[in-house]
């Protein structure tokens, strides 16, 4: 198949993109959850800069890494793949019949968390400490995707 020239440069610079932001969330995330993340270490974020920091970094990359993997690489690459852009969902379950995601239902309830420990976490520690284990339990799930889909662009000789 041959690739237009510009959607294939769009995919090369958004593989790079991804790359290193699954690099960075990796890093952030082994350093905020060498221990599980609790209630009391939610609490002491206003105390602890290092930490809040550390935190608003890995919720900053994991919401970033979601959204360029499912409203900037995924679209490309299905458009790559020959496929009709269609609405979010559309384009979900296709990348989950591709291999390319795990579920759609999931990618979803990862999107919702996402929201969650960004908004939610002001009024109460415990929600955003359950969030945070919870995205930290996600990440696997966002940096497979991306390496699917890497993958994907790679074994076509597209990047």
């Known amino acids: 198949m041959t690739l237009d020239p510009a959607v294939g440069e769009r995919l090369k610079f958004l593989v790079r993109v991804v790359q290193r932001q699954c690099e960075h969330l990796r890093t952030t995330d082994a350093r905020i959850f060498a221990t599980p993340?609790?209630?009391d270490r939610a609490r002491a974020l206003a105390s602890d800069p290092e930490l809040?920091?550390?935190?608003?970094?890995?919720?900053?990359r994991f919401a970033r890494l979601q959204d360029?993997?499912?409203?900037?690489?995924?679209?490309?690459?299905?458009h790559a793949l020959g496929e009709t852009p269609g609405a979010f969902i559309d384009a979900l379950d296709r990348a989950e019949r591709l291999g390319l995601i795990r579920s759609a239902d999931e990618w979803l309830t990862t999107r919702h968390l996402r929201n969650q420990m960004v908004h939610e976490y002001v009024e109460d520690p415990a929600i955003l400490a359950d969030a945070?284990?919870?995205?930290?339990?996600?990440?696997?799930?966002?940096?497979?995707?991306a390496d699917?889909?890497?993958?994907?662009?790679e074994d076509r000789n597209w990047t």
């Open 37 to 39: 993340f609790t209630a």
């Open 52 to 60: 809040s920091e550390r935190v608003e970094a890995f919720v900053s």
């Open 68 to 78: 360029t993997l499912g409203d900037k690489l995924l679209p490309t690459l299905l």
């Open 132 to 145: 945070l284990q919870s995205g930290h339990e996600l990440v696997a799930l966002l940096t497979n995707a």
């Open 148 to 153: 699917a889909m890497i993958s994907e662009a």
